[in-house]
């Protein structure tokens, strides 16, 4: 891997959906950009977590799965031909508003006038459940914390614990192709309503078994094979759920790495913004999407889409700070000429 020099207008730190999309709000006020990302590839967690999981609340899209949404801002943001740095971590930050520079572990440096933070859960991890003899389960693949190929499961007999977007999401998304039991400690789903309606649905016709209110216990089988999940009730009541595999969707861990000693206002793990312009404590450095953290916060996809063109917006005066901005709507404006 060869390390790159690169002069441009902002530097976006993470290459998920709302990173990409930064590319085209930023791009349509004539400001270069350029993707650094500790991943291999673009997309975030939609490309490396879930890249068949259907997404639900995209404007115009009544379902899309994330691999194709990925797909299609990269079609949107082509026009702009943004560089990309991938699989590297950006490990330092130095200067003002105007002219910052940036460099990676890979010992790439970016000079920008401003950067743009849309890491979504910095360097995230899943948080597992602590059952004994899990790495054995992990290495096999009968315990897994997302799904890369829904097909994969088809015939199975799959237990998925949790209670949030990702279980509802996934259940429903199997229900179809495998026999899914849902482990969930209490009655209620912190996920979407109109998901956890079909969930309950579905779990009344006899398509999926919800088995509630219990929690994981212990895994059984041998050589990493599963052959059952003992699942436990707070009133110590047991019982066995024979299984394939195990989807264990207890969230993400949060590591801002050293972006955490940049000297911005964090609030658990999360940085704090100005919600008019997502701008951080740290003047000319933004953050938009999961990362981003201000009162009545959704961290919703859509919500991130709509910080990147606030995000935008208030780094032109930095970016071009002689040009007054006349917003015109894209159907008027369409989009720049490269």
């Excluded at 130095?94 to 940036?102: D, I, K, V, Y």
Aim: charged share 20%.
């Amino acid at each position: 891997m060869t390390a790159s020099l690169i002069e441009t207008d902002v530097a976006i730190v993470g290459a998920g959906p709302v990173g990409l999309f930064a590319v085209f709000e930023l791009g349509m006020l004539r400001i270069r950009s350029v993707l650094i990302d500790a991943l291999a590839e673009t997309g975030g967690q939609c490309a490396a977590l879930y890249p068949e999981k259907p997404i639900y609340d995209i404007p115009a899209h009544p379902a899309i799965e994330a691999a194709d949404l990925i797909a299609k801002l990269e079609q949107q943001i082509a026009p702009f031909e943004a560089p990309r740095l991938l699989g590297r971590r950006v490990t330092g930050l130095e200067g003002a508003a105007g002219g910052f520079t940036l460099t990676t572990d890979q010992g790439d440096t970016v000079r920008a006038k401003a950067v743009v933070l849309a890491a979504g859960a910095g360097a995230f991890g899943p948080n597992r459940p602590p059952l004994d003899g899990l790495a054995a389960y992990e290495a096999g693949g009968a315990v897994q914390y997302y799904v890369r190929r829904r097909d994969a499961l088809a015939g199975k007999r799959v237990v998925i614990a949790g209670g949030g977007d990702s279980a509802v999401d996934w259940a429903l998304a199997l229900a179809d192709i495998a026999k899914v039991s849902v482990v969930h400690r209490r009655p209620k789903f912190r996920a979407a309503p109109e998901a956890a309606a079909r969930l309950e649905e579905l779990a009344r016709v006899g398509q999926i078994e919800l088995i509630i209110p219990y929690q994981l216990h212990a895994l059984h089988g041998a050589g990493g094979v599963l052959e059952s999940v003992e699942v436990a009730s707070l009133e110590g009541q047991h019982r066995r759920l024979p299984a394939d595999v195990l989807l264990a969707f207890f969230g993400l861990s949060m590591d801002l790495g050293p972006i955490a000693g940049w000297g911005m206002a964090l609030e658990r793990s999360h940085v704090t913004v100005d919600p008019a312009t997502c701008q951080t404590s740290l003047p000319g450095v933004f953050a938009i999407g999961d990362v981003a953290a201000y009162p009545g916060k959704l961290k919703l996809i859509l919500q991130g889409f709509s910080e990147a063109a606030m995000a935008a917006h208030a780094i032109h005066p930095i970016v071009h700070p002689d040009q007054a901005l006349h917003f015109e709507y894209s159907t008027t404006k369409g989009v720049p000429a490269a």
